[in-house]
């Protein structure tokens, strides 16, 4: 299973990401991300980008960014994450 086991994060929205494979990966969120998505908007803040943490399954997230709608209709927050694979597959090696 690939999971990220660092991260570093870096100028102009980039993040340095240490594999359990070994490899070290750059991922630049203004090239892979949706600059249009709701949260992505949200990413690009870099005080809000800099809050990048490391889940407890090799993923990067960020606290409270997202919104989700309740069965009842109300908006709550939730946290706005990447999989290691999109990272991987989506950044290029360091």
């Not at 109300?74 to 990272?87: K, L, M, N, R």
Request: glycine fraction near 6%.
């Amino acid at each position: 299973m690939l999971k990220i086991q660092s991260i570093k994060i870096l100028d102009s929205h980039k993040i340095l990401c240490v594999f359990n494979t070994g490899e070290t990966r750059i991922l630049d969120i203004t090239l892979s991300l949706d600059l249009n998505n709701l949260f992505v908007k949200k990413l690009i803040n870099q005080e809000v980008f800099k809050k990048a943490k490391l889940g407890q399954f090799g993923e990067i997230f960020w606290e409270e960014i997202g919104e989700i709608q309740e069965l009842d209709g109300t908006i709550s927050s939730c946290d706005y994450d990447i999989s290691p694979e999109f990272v991987f597959y989506n950044s290029i090696k360091a």
